[in-house]
């Protein structure tokens, strides 16, 4: 498929992250649609039944017991980032300690090159260590997400893993939006270990990022949308739900 310049510089959402932080888990789109806004990605299932991670055109489904499958096209999803992967700036060859670490080198390329633009990063190679998350499926009625994550993730800690992490950034001034900073998914070479990313050691990896200066998003136009307050502060509650440790 030819890809129009523009759209390899779109970042394309569906929904918001602070109506999923709420608990909209209901299916906006389909795994299907959501491919052909990109061939590089994350998101989540409806119910939350499980982390989306989309790499090189295909969709992984990492589920809350370990397991990884490429789910139908027909599989419904509430929400999920997506883009044409280019790779506009090479970072080089990269070795960070902790997921922290690698925040920092990749936030020094973000800096030089516009912060308040989006990123996509790839950084493939191997990991000395890797810590990814699932969850359970949500029942209805739904739970705040990270009310439902203090129950309900499950984490696997993976040695000596070859491997890809998908990382998003958004600007700060998307915080009614988005989750501002980094967001990273990982899946391994052979597709069979994959989740959302709570701790990494990349020891012998390259990075490149792909830089977007536009971006589109699809609101979901539901009842149970419509009347969703996203006009509270969330951050706490996203910042608990990305780094998968709570408060007491």
Not at 5 to 26: C, I, M, N, P, W
Not at 112 to 117: D, F, K, S, T, V
Not at 154 to 164: A, L, N, S
Request: proline share 4%; hydrophobic share 35%; with cysteine.
């Amino acid at each position: 498929m030819a890809i129009d310049e523009k759209d390899r510089h779109t970042l394309y959402q569906l929904a918001l992250f602070q109506s999923v932080a709420l608990g909209e888990y209901y299916g906006a789109s389909t795994v299907g649609e959501f491919k052909s806004h990109g061939d590089f990605g994350m998101g989540i299932f409806e119910g939350v039944n499980g982390e989306l991670v989309m790499l090189d055109g295909v969709v992984y489904q990492a589920l809350h017991d370990g397991s990884v499958i490429c789910p139908p096209d027909d599989t419904p999803i509430p929400y999920g980032n997506a883009a044409f992967f280019e790779a506009d700036i090479d970072c080089g060859n990269i070795t960070a300690g902790s997921m922290d670490e690698l925040a920092e080198i990749l936030d020094r390329y973000v800096n030089e090159n516009g912060r308040n633009q989006f990123y996509f990063a790839k950084v493939a190679g191997h990991f000395s260590h890797v810590t990814v998350r699932s969850e359970l499926k949500q029942e209805e009625p739904y739970r705040m997400l990270n009310i439902a994550l203090r129950t309900d993730q499950r984490k696997y800690e993976y040695e000596d893993i070859d491997g890809t992490i998908i990382g998003l950034y958004c600007p700060d001034y998307m915080q009614s939006m988005n989750a501002p900073g980094w967001h990273f998914h990982f899946v391994s070479y052979d597709g069979t270990k994959a989740g959302h990313m709570t701790e990494a050691a990349p020891s012998v990896c390259r990075a490149e990022l792909n830089r977007m200066s536009r971006f589109t998003v699809d609101i979901p136009d539901t009842d149970s949308f419509n009347r969703r307050d996203l006009g509270k502060d969330l951050m706490s509650a996203i910042r608990e739900a990305e780094s998968g440790t709570f408060k007491e």
